[in-house]
């Protein structure tokens, strides 16, 4: 089992930043992968970025690419997501989620369904 929680949503306006947390526990030697995935109210769940847990290999959405920053650090068992220039349209439920070595390692990272645990989802408000 991994437990995470995800931390650091607010209420912003347009072109400001935030960083979002989240803080995994359990079984983290067994991770892979971290992602961030965002639902808006109305709206599939959809990918933002995701991080290998011990390679540093990133992969980015076309729309966080330039502006949304992930990061991991493996001592405090946290992954980051520096979200910077905030748009309305990232108005969203933000989730964490970690993929597990070995588990359907032939789905891309990019898929909801390659991850094995989801946190509880940070809101994120950005007015204009």
């Known amino acids: 089992q991994v437990q995470l929680v995800e931390s650091g949503g607010g209420l912003v306006q347009a072109g400001d930043s935030l960083r979002l947390s989240c803080a995994a526990s359990?079984?983290?030697?067994?991770?892979?992968?971290m992602g961030w995935f965002r639902q808006a109210p109305g709206k599939e769940r959809e990918f933002v970025a995701t991080?290998?847990?011990?390679?540093?290999?990133?992969t980015y959405a076309d729309s966080a690419k330039g502006r949304f920053t992930i990061s991991r650090d493996n001592a405090e068992n946290t992954v980051y997501l520096q979200m910077n220039s905030l748009k309305p349209e990232d108005t969203a439920a933000y989730y964490c989620?970690?993929?597990?070595?070995?588990?359907?390692?032939?789905?891309?990272?990019?898929?909801?369904?390659?991850?094995?645990?989801w946190g509880q989802g940070t809101q994120v408000t950005v007015s204009s």
């Open positions: 989620a970690a993929g597990l070595r070995g588990q359907r390692s032939w789905l891309p990272k990019t898929r909801d369904d390659r991850y094995d645990y």
């Open positions: 359990g079984r983290t030697f067994d991770i892979y992968a």
């Open positions: 991080i290998t847990w011990g390679g540093s290999s990133t």
